[in-house]
């Protein structure tokens, strides 16, 4: 290991993953996804106006996106290690470009969903090749690098809506266009990307033994697996569940409008900022302890949530402590469960599930409680996560991080 450290300082740059500007394209890539998923829901007057929908009807364009999304993840998965990284980006920003610039200028609904779901196919393989590469592609440093990529997640996130705003939400066709065409701009620095990891090992996916674990070991990497799934679907459902029903509660609670609005915009960037903060902790401290700190603490918050004084306020906490779980968990399960070469494909189209299945479930939870009870049944699901990280840290302790 000393002597491949050795040779990578003295050979520079040829070793190197990334580029600085394929780095820095990347980023950029992450303020694209984050922005195009946040851009629905405020375009959704105009298109209802549009087209003539019911609300649930414009809702189909952000499900369109998340099935898109989850597809593309589970499609590029099975072309990773048969196509070269920038052959796999490549296609997914082109996809982006077309589903936005589709999208913006569809003549009818029927369209713009095809547009939404290929703009969505690509967004799941930039989300999926990015957090790959970044998993792997840095070292001891793959954590705090994937922590700052998913940060300019939530950058874009802020942006999007933002955006329509300002311009208004029958302006939304000229911000997909603006957006599709930096995607198309995107293509440009793949040159610096590394075509071929060391961890495809120049092996097809579908070659023998690619990704089935040995025999020995099947069940154990079945339960670490199923672990770490469950751990990405509840911890992005409590994600998804304050940022769609915080304003809801903070309302039913006697707080007005502007204040539970201005309080879930503080949540989000929270959640951002608190993925460059830990960027530098994870040089010092595991995967393990900073998720196990992560979900205490977003279980702590969303406890005091309960409490209605406290409640906007906590609410900012748990964007704070849940920020770190997804990028930082990626590493871990790489190392945790190297006999799954498809596992980082699972977790990231499981979060998009969690994601999705937030709103509906929670919605249930209220009808069967009151809306009062959504910081309740939020800390239950934290609870769990925490539960599940504490079985991952004691199943885990053999796998360290390679120097």
């Not at 502007?258 to 951002?272: E, F, P």
Request: with cysteine; aromatic share 10%; proline share 6%.
């Amino acid at each position: 290991m000393h002597t491949l450290s050795a040779r990578s300082a003295k050979t520079g740059s040829a070793d190197r993953w990334f580029s600085t500007p394929a780095i820095v394209a990347s980023c950029v890539g992450f303020v694209l996804i984050g922005a195009l998923q946040s851009l629905y829901g405020p375009a959704l007057p105009a298109l209802r106006e549009e087209f003539g929908l019911s609300p649930s009807g414009a809702g189909l364009a952000l499900s369109a996106h998340f099935i898109g999304g989850v597809t593309g993840v589970l499609a590029f998965d099975r072309a990773y290690g048969r196509i070269g990284n920038r052959a796999l980006l490549g296609v997914s920003y082109a996809l982006m470009a077309v589903g936005g610039t589709a999208f913006a200028l569809a003549p009818n609904w029927p369209l713009a969903l095809l547009g939404a779901l290929v703009t969505g196919f690509g967004f799941g393989g930039i989300d999926y090749g990015l957090n790959q590469l970044f998993a792997t592609g840095f070292g001891r440093r793959s954590p705090a690098m994937l922590n700052i990529l998913n940060a300019h997640f939530g950058i874009g996130a802020i942006i999007g809506p933002a955006l329509i705003g300002a311009l208004g939400a029958d302006r939304y066709p000229a911000v997909f266009v603006v957006f599709a065409v930096l995607a198309a701009l995107l293509l440009l620095p793949l040159g610096g990307v590394r075509d071929r990891t060391p961890d495809q090992g120049g092996r097809p996916a579908d070659a023998p033994g690619a990704d089935a674990p040995a025999a020995g070991v099947s069940s154990r990497t079945a339960s670490l697996l199923g672990v770490f799934v469950l751990l990405y679907v509840l911890h992005v459902g409590v994600e998804a569940g304050v940022g769609g029903w915080e304003p809801t509660h903070l309302e039913a609670v006697g707080y007005g409008t502007t204040v539970a609005a201005s309080a879930t915009s503080v949540y989000w960037l929270m959640l951002t900022l608190g993925r460059f903060l830990v960027a530098p902790l994870t040089l010092r401290w595991s995967e393990p302890v900073i998720i196990a700190v992560s979900c205490a603490g977003m279980s702590v918050c969303l406890l005091a949530a309960v409490l209605p004084g406290a409640a906007p306020y906590a609410y900012a906490g748990v964007g704070l402590f849940i920020a770190p779980i997804f990028p930082t968990g990626l590493p871990w399960l790489k190392r945790a469960v190297p006999a799954a070469q498809r596992a980082g494909a699972l977790v990231i189209a499981a979060s998009m599930v969690g994601g999705v299945a937030a709103g509906p479930v929670l919605g249930r939870a209220i009808e069967l409680f009151e809306v009062r009870m959504v910081p309740a049944v939020l800390f239950v699901l934290a609870a769990v996560c925490l539960a599940a990280t504490w079985w991952l840290t004691r199943a885990t302790r053999s796998a360290r991080p390679a120097d």
